[in-house]
């Protein structure tokens, strides 16, 4: 059994989501970053998250929201994680004890020393993606993955990975790999042969076979 999690983010349908699911996947994130092309209404959301399993974790992510905007989604409880990727600071994420859900910071790789911010963050996970100098991810580049080195937390592997790289993504034995524009026709439109070969490159490279499951 395959002991790192796989998250596909950027869901905007339910087929997509539904396909995931009965591919395997661990996580299901969907985007509240109102200038994405992934953006999706909290309304939305709940409906795909009403339609699938319970025991897939479904992940909130933001963009440097206010404290408001978050209660107003995650106090719903239909989500077990939230996902900040914007330019959040250490001090904003230790205002969100309030919140049941689990944290997760990203931090967009150009160096080491921004790997080394990950220790300054109370959250419960880092995600490390690509660098950008205008885009807060889904960018389809990736950092150089020799640099995560041996963090003691929950990491999040993000940033231009595809199915023909998957396989040196789970080499880095991190908590998760976490999969959006590599698997798309388009931004926030999943490519359903490529998210089936991703799967199989997964369940190749590691024995594991996803349980026949139903919504």
């Not at 009965?22 to 409906?47: H, I, K, T």
């Not at 009403?50 to 992510?61: G, M, S, W």
């Not at 998957?166 to 908590?175: F, G, K, N, S």
């Not at 042969?193 to 199989?200: D, G, I, N, V, Y």
Request: aromatic share 10%.
């Amino acid at each position: 059994m395959i002991s790192i999690k796989i998250k596909i983010c950027g869901i905007t349908s339910i087929d997509d989501a539904k396909m995931a699911v009965d591919l395997g996947v661990d996580m299901l994130g969907f985007n509240f970053y109102a200038q994405s092309p992934r953006y999706l209404s909290f309304q939305q959301a709940e409906e795909i998250i009403r339609q699938i399993p319970t025991f897939v974790d479904t992940v909130a992510v933001f963009v440097n929201p206010s404290p408001t905007e978050l209660k107003c989604v995650v106090e719903k409880g239909f989500f077990n994680w939230i996902q900040l990727h914007g330019d959040e600071t250490p001090e904003f994420c230790r205002t969100l004890n309030w919140t049941n859900a689990r944290i997760i910071k990203a931090i967009r790789v150009q160096s080491a020393d921004d790997i080394r911010k990950a220790d300054t963050y109370p959250v419960d996970a880092i995600l490390l993606d690509a660098f950008d100098k205008t885009l807060y991810g889904g960018t389809g580049k990736t950092f150089d993955w020799a640099l995560v080195g041996n963090l003691y937390r929950r990491i999040f592997l993000a940033g231009g990975i595809t199915p023909d790289n998957i396989v040196q993504a789970l080499e880095r034995d991190v908590y998760c790999i976490d999969v959006c524009s590599g698997i798309e026709s388009e931004p926030g439109k999943k490519d359903p042969q490529k998210m089936r070969l991703l799967f199989e490159n997964i369940r190749r490279a590691t024995g594991w076979r996803a349980a026949q499951r139903t919504t």
